[in-house]
Nanobody, 122 residues
Framework: QVQLVESGGGSVQAGDSLRLSCAAS????????MAWFRQAPGKEREFVSA??????NTYYAESVKGRFAISRDNAKINLQMNSLKPEDTAVYYC?????????????????WGQGTQVTVSS
């Protein structure tokens, strides 16, 4: 049973940094991609970033490029978020599934964490 547990959310001021973590367990993740999505109130869930478990290839949404950095540390996926903006406010979710040729932003994910709230005030 795959389990994803997010941590590290909180309330910060614009320009501050936060580091989210996603602890993954329940299977070996070779061939999987680990992704972060976010959903703001009244908006659709959107792709933020992803990393392939084995090769460590990284992917970013245009809105976070240059500000966010995704990494893997053993069985944890980290999302370092710098220069945060009020529009980054959302619930952030960790997700995983086998890597698809559709690409991490477009593919389906079977496994999701419970989410962690990030609030950025101006």
């Amino acid at each position: 049973q795959v389990q994803l547990v997010e941590s590290g959310g909180g309330s910060v001021q614009a320009g501050d940094s936060l580091r989210l973590s996603c602890a993954a367990s329940g299977r070996t993740f070779s061939g999987y991609v680990m992704a972060w999505f976010r959903q703001a109130p009244g908006k659709e869930r959107e792709f933020v970033s992803a990393i392939t478990w084995s090769a460590g290839n990284t992917y970013y949404a245009e809105s976070v490029k240059g500000r966010f950095a995704i990494s893997r540390d053993n069985a944890k996926i980290n999302l370092q978020m710098n220069s945060l903006k009020p529009e980054d406010t959302a619930v952030y979710y960790c997700a995983t599934d086998l890597f698809s040729l559709r690409g991490p932003a477009q593919q389906e994910y079977r496994y999701w964490g419970q989410g962690t709230q990030v609030t950025v005030s101006s």
